[in-house]
């Protein structure tokens, strides 16, 4: 059924809980797991010379700490006893939902399994949710997993 599962991870407390909802799916049907973190390049766009940093040392910290966190998720998945791999892409121009969702296409995945903040309202008008919108355009099935801090 749902034998290769793709996981975004940004370190963030819900993508933590994608990851254990992915694990458990995994270790009962015998899944491999991809572990998907991608740099938001395009985050950092700013006005030239708004701000003296080094544009590419910044955006080397920022793979960097991608690295840290996919090694992390990958540790927890093995010592769980899961087959799992990991990725990283860059998000240059366009939005972070749709490299998942051309992630979930390529690799290809039988489900994505996604950590979400559960904003309602005004915060996920003026945010925006790439959860959501994965939800939206995937060519996989998605279970979205709710931050523990959000009401029900």
């Not at 996604?114 to 099935?141: K, M, N, Y």
């Amino acid at each position: 059924m749902y034998q290769r599962i793709l996981v975004p991870v940004d370190g963030s407390d819900s993508s933590k809980r994608g990851l254990d909802e992915a694990l458990k799916i995994a270790l009962e049907l015998g899944s491999k797991i991809r572990l998907l973190h991608v740099v938001d390049d395009a985050s950092l766009a700013m006005p030239v010379g708004a701000f003296a940093v080094n544009m590419s040392e910044l955006l080397a910290s920022l793979a960097e700490a991608g690295e840290r966190i996919l090694a992390e998720a990958k540790r927890i998945a093995q010592a769980r006893g899961v087959v799992v791999e990991t990725a990283t892409r860059h998000c240059s121009a366009g939005r972070v939902c749709d490299v998942i969702v051309q992630e979930a296409a390529e690799w290809p995945s039988d489900l994505i399994v996604i950590g979400t903040h559960g904003r309602r309202g005004a915060g996920r008008f003026f945010l925006g949710s790439d959860a959501e919108q994965v939800l939206r355009v995937s060519p996989a099935p998605v279970l979205l997993v709710r931050d523990a801090g959000t009401s029900r």
